[in-house]
């Protein structure tokens, strides 16, 4: 099981943007060989869900309530996976996750994974 490092997270208004990264420091797998590389979050008091994912092959998904919205990428050459956010909502508050794994799992429970980076703290407010 790998264990990611998440950046990027802050406090915006809503409307704003930012974008989150993800990073496999010391690691010497590739982020775009895994079935799954992608991002969770959690809200206080709710469970942890799946927000958007790339597969190996290049396939997207992502979770009803944030298509239009988000984009998830992949940078092989500098082996990092990113969330870019846009038109955020105050319900996007949460603590964002990034996560992957060698099977194919295109849209992932969090149950799927044993290990869990610190995640990075997204607040959308005025």
């Known amino acids: 099981q790998v264990r990611l490092v998440e950046s990027g997270g802050g406090l915006v208004q809503p409307g704003g943007s930012l974008r989150l990264s993800c990073a496999a420091p010391?690691?010497?797998?590739?982020?775009?060989?895994?079935?799954?590389a992608g991002w969770f979050r959690q809200a206080l008091g709710k469970q942890r869900e799946f927000v958007a994912g790339i597969t190996s092959g290049g396939v997207t998904n992502y979770v009803e309530s944030v298509k239009g919205r988000f984009t998830v990428s992949r940078d092989n050459a500098k082996n990092m996976v990113y969330l870019q956010m846009n038109s955020l909502k105050p319900e996007d508050t949460a603590v964002y996750y990034c996560n992957a794994r060698p099977q194919y799992t295109p849209v992932p429970k969090w149950t799927d994974f044993a290990s869990w980076g610190q995640g990075t703290q997204v607040t959308v407010s005025s």
């Open positions: 010391g690691i010497t797998f590739r982020l775009n060989t895994m079935g799954f």
